[in-house]
């Protein structure tokens, strides 16, 4: 995979991935310097130059691996679907029909439900055009968190560590259909493999190392101890204090040393010898990724995910998850520029090279 400069932080494009660098350049984009090279799209420059500025944003997130050509042939949708409920569309004549038959508490009902959903507005469909993104077995590993990024969900798929309903499956291009199951190997789980505790090993060794030299520094049974020139027990008193006050000295630097450890470190808690537990490692900053999406039902005990439908959206919502906002400006300014470069014509050549689509 081409995967090395992904994380540019001259480009800044976010990506599917918890790589600490990608959720920095997130909030470059939001938040950062970078914010207002992303708010030039809604009001500066041309037309066309802000399409295009969109479309390179979206597609960074959505896909970057899939050539452009193939994903304006296969991969985006010829429109956008309507997805208003068919109650929307008679909610007035239902309620003209509950006032003629003198029911006004029902009529009451359905005018204040048409009012709310006047509020939220119309269903963000733009984000909708990556919904045939979103089904591909790569994406579903990811969106499933089983990968640190959806380029080691694509490295998985190809070295045979997946299965597609029981079955062995090496190609990344697939598209699910609902009801399919992808099964992970969990030796395939970065996070789920026990790290080598080397640290720990090290400070033992050095620890071993530091008793011996003490040890044999000590004086055996049958010397006598050296001659010292502290005959007087004042001069033996204040020896005694200083060592003890070396002493504590130290034991105190020690209780602060493990504290900052254990509190700032990365290192994980070690998990007892012969126990059964599962290791489980996240790697740092991964928390802001952590989500599942609404069409999918993981099982973390078997390592597997049902893909339960296709993705959807409705006033207010996005089950599309995207760094941008699913109704702005950013998504339907590229819905505008691939609706006037779609490919549309697919001769029989080229449908024999179409991705597989289990539909």
């Known amino acids: 995979m081409r995967d090395a400069k992904v994380y540019n932080f001259k480009r800044a494009l976010p990506r599917m991935s918890w790589h600490p660098h990608n959720l920095y350049n997130l ?160 030796k395939a789980i970065r ?45 033996a008193a204040e020896e005694d204090s200083a060592a003890e006050s070396t002493e504590d000295s130290k034991a105190a630097s020690k209780e602060s040393k493990s504290r900052k450890n254990s509190r700032y470190s990365d290192k994980p808690s ?7 537990l599962t290791p489980f490692h996240l790697p740092p900053y991964a928390s802001p990724f952590l989500f599942i999406p609404a069409y999918l039902e993981p099982s973390f005990s078997t390592c597997s995910v049902i893909y339960l439908r296709h993705p959807t959206a409705r006033p207010g919502y996005s089950e599309i998850p995207t760094p941008w906002d699913a109704d702005g400006e950013i998504v339907r300014l590229a819905w505008e520029w691939y609706s006037k470069r779609r490919m549309r014509i697919r001769s029989k050549s080229q449908l024999a090279r179409m991705p597989e689509n289990r539909q």
């Open 27 to 186: 909030w470059r984009r939001s938040y950062g310097p970078l914010q207002k090279i992303t708010d030039r799209v809604e009001y500066k420059e041309t037309l066309n130059w802000r399409r295009w500025t969109a479309k390179a944003l979206l597609r960074g997130y959505h896909g970057d691996y899939i050539n452009e050509k193939i994903f304006k042939r296969w991969y985006l949708p010829e429109n956008l679907p309507d997805v208003r409920p068919p109650e929307a569309l008679t909610a007035d004549a239902a309620t003209d029909l509950n006032k003629w038959a003198l029911k006004d508490k029902a009529a009451e009902r359905a005018a204040k439900r048409l009012e709310e959903e006047k509020k939220k507005g119309l269903a963000p469909v733009g984000s909708l055009m990556f919904s045939e993104v979103e089904r591909r077995i790569d994406v579903i590993i990811f969106r499933a968190c089983f990968a640190h990024s959806v380029y080691d969900a694509r490295r998985m798929v190809i070295h045979g560590n997946v299965l597609l309903n029981g079955k062995k499956h090496t190609n990344p291009n697939t598209r699910l259909a609902p009801g399919d199951m992808v099964s992970v190997d969990p």
């Open 191 to 235: 996070f789920l493999q026990p790290r080598p505790e080397r640290e720990e090993q090290l400070e033992e060794v050095e620890e071993d190392s530091a008793e011996a030299t003490a040890e044999s520094a000590e004086p055996s049974e049958g010397e006598s101890p050296p001659e010292t020139d502290s005959d007087t027990p004042e001069d």
């Open 270 to 276: 070690a998990i007892p010898t012969g126990s059964d």
